[in-house]
């Protein structure tokens, strides 16, 4: 449909990079993948040549190519999904309504700014150095956040959602909310105190988008997940 | 202008609250002042009341009231601030291209989603009673953070910044920065080395709405600063 093109930089656990992966896939935009391992070599995200995509060193970017020649890269996950609904805005993973996209907006950043920085892997890093807590203690840590989060979003998904987490349509509050429930998972929590969570996540999780977004189906996941 | 009516749930030091009341300032609308004290009372926002009004116990929360008298009541700084604009749109605080608006976003995104949670009170109280830090240790893990990622914000500030944090009109950027810097100078940080921050900072901090919006300015401030 358009000549731009798009490159992803990814790790295949990075929640953030797998919100971006999502939106691309359900848009229909092909990309090409470009993986950041966050752990080999000290953390790839650390050399030279990914600081001068993205100064921050975190995961994902996204550069953008147009048809003739010019690029742009763009960074932080959630700037990166508003971007790409300002740009393909078919299928909308925003309401139409300023009310409706502020229930979604404040659906994601329960998870962007209340949940997700708490317990990623830099801060459960620091923990180790800062404390020598153990990989035990770094889980316990991130359990914690996620279920205090999980908690105020149970109760703020219980007015809103509908088949998805706002509504009977995929938006991108579903977008960010799969990602963590991945991270969830990966704390070894258990969703059952979390039924509306788990319902709708499980909705979006069975969508062909979604799938193809999964840590799992990435390029750079080991062959035994 | 509009009878739309405006109740402000903040804490004259909540970094997010002061986002809000600086674009409410900005845009200049009026609004009603309710604040919640975040430490009295083993912290006002876990009392029942208002997690009635916000399932999450955090500020701000902005409730929004229409002249046939329907409210809603919206949550999260950076949600509030896109429906603040999408809904009074006058003066804008982001730019009318979709790469101009990408680009606001992500300095908005590193402040809200890589800086701001991982310093805020309730981290921060979390490493007080986990592993017994004191006063002092919490202030250098809050430095840590906002030092790492002011690193991050100088060289992205480099690329974009003009007279204010991505050109010459106050932007998003600005109003999420300077709650940011406010932080950083509570944590007694040197902001020499990050002197681009610095500027546009100094230059938003000038403006009347951010003066307005000031945590000393507010309502619940103590007489002493």
Redesign the interface.
């Known amino acids: 449909m358009s000549a731009t093109r798009y490159t992803l930089y990814s790790y295949f656990r990075s929640s953030a990079s797998y919100r971006v992966r999502i939106a691309l896939q359900y848009k229909g935009l092909a990309y090409d993948y470009a993986p950041v391992h966050l752990l080999a070599d000290g953390g790839q995200q650390y050399a030279a040549d990914y600081r001068a995509v ?5 995961l994902p970017s996204l550069v953008v190519r147009d048809a003739a020649g010019g690029a ?1 890269t ?7 999904l ?2 790409l609904e ?2 393909c805005p078919e299928p909308p993973l925003l309401p139409r309504d ?2 409706g ?3 979604v ?2 659906l ?3 998870v ?3 949940i ?3 317990q990623n892997l830099k ?1 459960l890093k ?1 923990l180790g150095d ?2 020598a807590l153990d990989r035990a203690g770094q889980v316990a ?1 991130g359990r ?1 956040w996620v279920e205090r ?1 999980f ?6 998904l219980a007015r809103v959602a509908g088949e998805h987490a706002c509504g009977d349509a995929v938006t991108l509050a579903d977008v960010v909310l799969v990602p963590q429930v991945y991270n969830a998972r990966r704390f070894g929590m258990d969703l059952a105190s979390f039924p509306t969570i788990s319902r709708v996540a499980a909705a979006a999780e069975a969508l062909p988008a979604f799938r193809a977004a999964h840590p799992d189906a990435q390029p750079d996941a080991p062959a035994e997940g």
Chains 1, 2 share one sequence.
């Not at 993205?54 to 975190?58: D, H, I």
């Not at 763009?74 to 990166?80: E, P």
């Not at 908690?151 to 703020?156: K, M, N, T």
């Open positions: 993205n100064p921050m060193s975190e742009v763009l960074a932080q996950s959630v700037a990166i508003e971007y300002e740009t300023a009310l996209r502020a229930r907006r404040q994601v950043e329960v962007n700014s209340s997700q920085p708490i801060v620091k800062d404390f840590w914690y989060g908690g105020g979003l149970e109760g703020l």
